[in-house]
Nanobody, 115 residues
Framework: QVQLVESGGGAVQPGGSLNLSCTAS????????MGWYRQAPGKERELVAQ???????KYADSVKGRFIISRDGVKNTVCLQMNALKPEDTAVYYC?????????WGQGTQVTVSS
Protein backbone atom coordinates (compact mmCIF):
# COMPACT_ATOMS: atom_id res chain seq x y z
CA GLN A 1 0.00 0.00 0.00
CA VAL A 2 1.23 3.51 -0.85
CA GLN A 3 -0.01 6.84 0.43
CA LEU A 4 0.82 10.15 -1.24
CA VAL A 5 0.69 13.47 0.56
CA GLU A 6 0.87 16.67 -1.47
CA SER A 7 1.68 20.21 -0.43
CA GLY A 8 2.56 23.57 -1.95
CA GLY A 9 -0.52 24.60 -3.87
CA GLY A 10 -2.07 28.05 -3.58
CA ALA A 11 -2.88 31.24 -5.39
CA VAL A 12 -0.36 33.24 -7.39
CA GLN A 13 -0.38 36.02 -9.93
CA PRO A 14 0.52 35.38 -13.58
CA GLY A 15 4.25 35.13 -14.00
CA GLY A 16 4.70 33.86 -10.47
CA SER A 17 6.10 30.57 -9.20
CA LEU A 18 4.97 27.71 -6.98
CA ASN A 19 6.65 24.51 -5.88
CA LEU A 20 4.53 21.42 -5.37
CA SER A 21 5.82 18.56 -3.25
CA CYS A 22 4.57 15.00 -2.85
CA THR A 23 5.86 12.45 -0.37
CA ALA A 24 5.14 8.75 -0.74
CA SER A 25 4.94 6.30 2.14
CA UNK A 26 5.76 2.62 1.90
CA UNK A 27 8.47 0.90 -0.10
CA UNK A 28 9.35 3.04 -3.09
CA UNK A 29 12.06 2.30 -5.63
CA UNK A 30 13.62 4.82 -7.95
CA UNK A 31 12.51 2.82 -10.98
CA UNK A 32 8.86 3.53 -10.26
CA UNK A 33 7.53 6.40 -12.34
CA MET A 34 6.19 9.34 -10.34
CA GLY A 35 4.65 12.52 -11.58
CA TRP A 36 1.83 15.01 -11.71
CA TYR A 37 -1.46 15.25 -13.52
CA ARG A 38 -3.82 18.20 -13.40
CA GLN A 39 -7.51 18.72 -13.95
CA ALA A 40 -9.11 22.06 -14.69
CA PRO A 41 -12.87 22.63 -14.30
CA GLY A 42 -14.77 21.06 -17.17
CA LYS A 43 -11.67 19.45 -18.63
CA GLU A 44 -10.15 15.99 -18.60
CA ARG A 45 -7.22 15.14 -16.38
CA GLU A 46 -3.96 15.64 -18.26
CA LEU A 47 -0.35 14.64 -17.67
CA VAL A 48 1.83 17.56 -16.60
CA ALA A 49 5.18 15.88 -15.96
CA GLN A 50 6.61 12.53 -14.96
CA UNK A 51 9.99 11.22 -13.87
CA UNK A 52 11.51 7.79 -13.50
CA UNK A 53 15.05 8.87 -12.87
CA UNK A 54 17.01 11.99 -13.68
CA UNK A 55 17.59 10.81 -17.25
CA UNK A 56 13.97 9.95 -17.89
CA UNK A 57 11.52 12.84 -17.68
CA LYS A 58 8.50 13.80 -19.72
CA TYR A 59 6.57 17.07 -19.89
CA ALA A 60 3.37 18.28 -21.46
CA ASP A 61 4.13 20.64 -24.33
CA SER A 62 2.24 23.40 -22.54
CA VAL A 63 4.68 23.41 -19.59
CA LYS A 64 8.02 22.68 -21.27
CA GLY A 65 10.58 25.30 -20.36
CA ARG A 66 8.50 26.53 -17.41
CA PHE A 67 8.08 23.53 -15.12
CA ILE A 68 10.79 21.28 -13.70
CA ILE A 69 10.14 17.89 -12.12
CA SER A 70 12.59 16.31 -9.70
CA ARG A 71 12.65 13.52 -7.15
CA ASP A 72 14.53 12.52 -4.03
CA GLY A 73 14.89 8.76 -3.78
CA VAL A 74 15.91 8.87 -0.14
CA LYS A 75 12.93 10.94 0.96
CA ASN A 76 10.50 9.32 -1.54
CA THR A 77 9.54 12.80 -2.68
CA VAL A 78 8.71 14.22 -6.08
CA CYS A 79 8.61 17.98 -6.63
CA LEU A 80 7.25 20.18 -9.37
CA GLN A 81 8.78 23.62 -9.66
CA MET A 82 6.35 25.78 -11.63
CA ASN A 83 7.62 29.05 -13.05
CA ALA A 84 6.12 31.71 -15.30
CA LEU A 85 2.66 30.52 -14.32
CA LYS A 86 -0.26 31.36 -16.57
CA PRO A 87 -4.00 31.53 -15.86
CA GLU A 88 -4.43 28.38 -17.93
CA ASP A 89 -2.29 26.51 -15.40
CA THR A 90 -5.14 26.85 -12.93
CA ALA A 91 -6.23 23.35 -11.92
CA VAL A 92 -6.16 20.73 -9.22
CA TYR A 93 -2.77 19.01 -9.38
CA TYR A 94 -2.54 15.32 -8.49
CA CYS A 95 0.61 13.44 -7.61
CA UNK A 96 0.85 9.80 -8.65
CA UNK A 97 3.18 6.82 -8.56
CA UNK A 98 3.07 3.80 -10.84
CA UNK A 99 3.92 0.88 -8.60
CA UNK A 100 2.85 -2.33 -10.29
CA UNK A 101 0.24 -3.63 -10.42
CA UNK A 102 -1.50 -0.32 -9.79
CA UNK A 103 -1.23 3.47 -9.81
CA UNK A 104 -1.63 5.40 -6.60
CA TRP A 105 -2.92 8.99 -6.39
CA GLY A 106 -2.66 11.86 -3.97
CA GLN A 107 -5.67 13.83 -2.82
CA GLY A 108 -4.92 16.80 -5.06
CA THR A 109 -3.82 20.35 -4.40
CA GLN A 110 -5.38 23.47 -5.90
CA VAL A 111 -3.27 25.87 -7.96
CA THR A 112 -4.92 29.14 -8.95
CA VAL A 113 -3.22 31.65 -11.23
CA SER A 114 -5.07 34.93 -11.36
CA SER A 115 -4.48 38.63 -11.21
Amino acid sequence: QVQLVESGGGAVQPGGSLNLSCTASGTIFDLYTMGWYRQAPGKERELVAQIRNVESTKYADSVKGRFIISRDGVKNTVCLQMNALKPEDTAVYYCYIMKPPRTYWGQGTQVTVSS
